[in-house]
């Protein structure tokens, strides 16, 4: 992120303690800014100012960090010296860990920076005492990538001549929660966390996607689109770490797609059911005071996969929201951030009334809800330009000769390996449970059951729903699965990437995956949220069975060797969906490709033709909380306008490159 890494804002709490620890000075704001700053002895101190109050400083020497809710936007800074603590909460979770990281870095200095030796240290404090002057303070520079690799070093990270693996000794050293930070060189932060290299918080957004963050934290209502593949959910787990998690709901249409952002789906949180009574139930459903306090309690309202929301529903909660919030603004004032392609699953539809409203974008309140509009043209998922180009024509239902027989030639290509089998899609759910199933029991040798450990065995109903690995998980050697957490992103071991139970070993499975790489699985934790923001658990192996997926299951993730036989297609964009969850034409086989699998909803196809002129508009507004309530254009010469109109009709939309 290129938002400042030596600035935070978030709610603090001060105490100061006496000698005998009690607790006397006190001091708490909503809202204070933190700024890592140095004087010109090259001290460090956190500088702390509260709204429209003077600053205060505290100098980091002897200080202990507890970062162990940093996830949950929490931690507590110790100062030794200064007797006193700093609470920190409702922080920005990526941008606490970005300001923890940069304290780190910087307090164990540089390998290239000239350090200052004790007596010279002193020789200066004398002098500036000297002087009489005042002390200057400076914001302290970004991390450079040295500073960065150092410390991973440090850390016990980077041993020479590896890229990630920590060594033995370093990793025993290692305390996970509790990090010490002092003046002292010697002092090794222990800080996986915060350093790690291998998972995609170390990956950084493209400027495209900057933008879409900029507009999210400057308040905006925003929608934002872009073909598969265009890390609109890795955009979106980003922008949920930029923003103050309360007040924060994080959903998605879908449990697999909510799952992937840490959340929960819409229809848990709005308490509406499934939306079909009469607005006047809806309104009185959702009045129930658990219901109720959830509306009023949310400022910033996510969806991811928009597209499967259906128009009606969309209507109905922004009426509720408006009711309980008594607020007449859209969504009663809620900001809303939501993403999807409209040009992939529709939602299901329920009735033929349903059908002319069956889009959000088509309900009477979606152009008075959004104020900004942005589409994410970078594909990350795909890095084959041709196998991209496909996609883009495939996307909006265009399929010419070319591309028909290069499609077609996929049918015989072998993209098995390494005793892997490619999965299969199927257009049906109920036919790829039972070719799970019937392919488990034909394999030779016992079963093996592992079962997930859920934080609440009440609300298992729910974590089935949203959570990717299974209560009851069946495993045989031999058994193809696929994995569902990033390991490591540098070895492959990622959400999506398919393998094969080779043995057992102290009870858990080892899997060997397409690249050849083995790994011995440990239970790790899935998180999500309630609908009334609590959390739940679930500890699991982090694999399901690999043979066969639903198409409508699989929308959202990245699959590594798929098969797939489109003749029972029956919804559009499904055969899009489909073939963009592959990373590469070498790794997909099309049984039986036809063009007329292929096409692309008029209604949506339209709206796009309109959003080019939503687009421009957006574009127009600078942003920032002072531009809130400004018009397109406002503020800008007209020659300055016309040009950027220009350079932005020339601009492909829905492009096909
Ligand atoms: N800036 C980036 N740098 C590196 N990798 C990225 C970046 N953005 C996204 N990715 C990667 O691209 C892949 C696809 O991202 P993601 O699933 O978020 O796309 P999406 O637009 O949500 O797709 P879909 O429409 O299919 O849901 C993921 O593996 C993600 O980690
Ligand atoms: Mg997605």
């Known amino acids: 992120m290129d938002l400042n890494d030596a600035v935070l804002t978030c709610a603090v709490n001060i105490h100061w303690t006496n000698a005998v620890g009690e607790v006397g000075r006190k001091l708490a704001y909503r809202t204070a800014t933190l700024r890592l700053v140095r004087n010109d002895l090259r001290e460090m101190f956190v500088e702390v100012t509260p709204e429209k109050l003077k600053p205060l400083k505290l100098k980091l020497k002897d200080m202990m960090v507890h970062k162990k809710f940093m996830s949950e936007g929490k931690a507590t800074f110790n100062f030794k010296a200064e007797q006193c603590a700093l609470y920190l909460s409702n922080a920005p979770p990526g941008t606490l ?13 540089s390998e290239g920076e000239q350090q200052e030796t004790p007596s010279a240290l002193q020789k200066k404090i004398r002098e500036h005492m000297l002087s009489g002057k005042p002390s200057s303070f400076e914001e302290i520079s970004p991390v450079t990538t040295a500073e960065m690799i150092l410390a991973r070093k440090k850390a016990g990270l980077l041993s020479r001549g590896s890229t990630t693996t920590p060594s033995p000794a370093a990793a025993k050293k290692r305390r996970y929660d509790e990090l010490k930070s002092t003046e002292d060189k010697s002092a090794v932060p222990a800080a996986k966390k915060l350093y790690q290299a291998d998972t995609e918080d170390s990956l950084r957004l493209s400027e495209e996607q900057m933008e879409v963050l900029r507009a999210c934290t400057a308040g905006k209502n925003v929608f934002f689109t872009g073909s598969a593949g265009t890390g ?55 009045s129930r005071p658990m219901s109720a306090r959830t509306w009023r309690n949310c400022k ?72 900004c509009v942005f589409e ?145 699985c440990k239970h790790e934790k899935w998180i999500i949220k309630t609908a009334t923001g609590g959390i739940l658990t679930r500890r699991q192996v982090p694999l399901k069975l690999a043979w066969a997926f639903s198409i409508h299951k699989s929308q959202g993730l990245t699959l590594d060797c798929v098969e ?94």
């Not at 996307?395 to 290069?406: K, L, T």
Request: proline content about 3%; hydrophobic content about 40%.
């Open 97 to 109: 860990m970005l300001f923890l990281r940069t304290i780190f870095v910087k307090m164990n200095g």
């Open 232 to 286: 609109k959910s890795f955009l979106l787990r980003k922008i949920i770490s930029a923003l103050p998690p309360d007040g924060t709901v994080a959903t998605a249409s879908t449990g697999v797609a909510a799952c992937l952002i840490g959340g929960t789906t819409l229809h848990a949180f709005a308490g509406i059911g499934g939306g079909d009574a009469t607005m006047a139930r809806c309104l009185e459903l959702s």
């Open 300 to 371: 910033r309202l996510i969806i991811d996969e928009i597209s499967m929301v259906d128009g009606q529903f969309f209507e109905k909660i922004e009426a509720v929201a408006r009711q309980i919030r008594r607020n007449e603004r859209p969504f009663g004032g809620i900001q809303l951030i939501l993403c999807g392609d409209f040009l992939q699953l529709p939602p299901v539809i329920k009735s033929e009334v349903d059908a002319k409203q069956r889009f959000c974008f088509q309900s009477n309140v979606w152009e008075s809800c959004i104020q």
């Open 376 to 520: 994410l043209k970078q594909v990350h998922r795909q890095s084959d330009p041709e196998f991209v180009k496909i996609l883009n024509h495939l996307r909006i239902g265009h399929v010419n000769d070319g591309i028909a027989a290069r499609l077609v030639s996929t049918s015989k290509q072998k993209i098995e390996g390494n005793g892997i089998l490619a999965t299969q899609l199927c257009s049906h759910t109920k036919d790829a449970a039972s070719i799970n199933e019937s392919k488990l029991e034909n394999l030779s040798g016992d079963k093996v059951l592992f079962r997930a450990e859920d934080s609440d065995a009440g609300m298992s109903k729910q974590l089935d729903q949203q959570v990717q690995a299974p209560s009851q998980l069946y495993l045989k050697l031999n058994a193809q699965v696929m994995l569902l957490k990033n390991i490591n992103i540098a070895n492959g071991l990622v959400n999506g990437a398919r393998g094969v139970v080779v043995r057992l070993e102290q009870g858990l499975p080892i899997v060997r995956f397409k690249n050849n790489q083995e790994y011995a």
């Open 564 to 657: 797939m036989s489109l003749s029972k297609v029956f919804e559009a964009g499904q055969a899009y969906v489909a073939l963009s969850r592959a990373k590469s034409l070498n790794s997909v086989r099309i049984l039986d490709f036809d063009a007329k699998q292929v096409w692309a909803n008029p209604q949506v196809l339209q709206f796009y033709k309109g959003f080019r002129r939503r687009l421009i508009d957006t574009t127009m507004i600078p942003l920032g909380p002072k531009n809130r309530d400004k018009k397109p254009g406002e503020g800008k010469s007209n020659s300055a306008l016309a040009k950027l109109k220009k350079s932005l009709m020339n601009k492909p939309l829905v492009s096909i490159s």
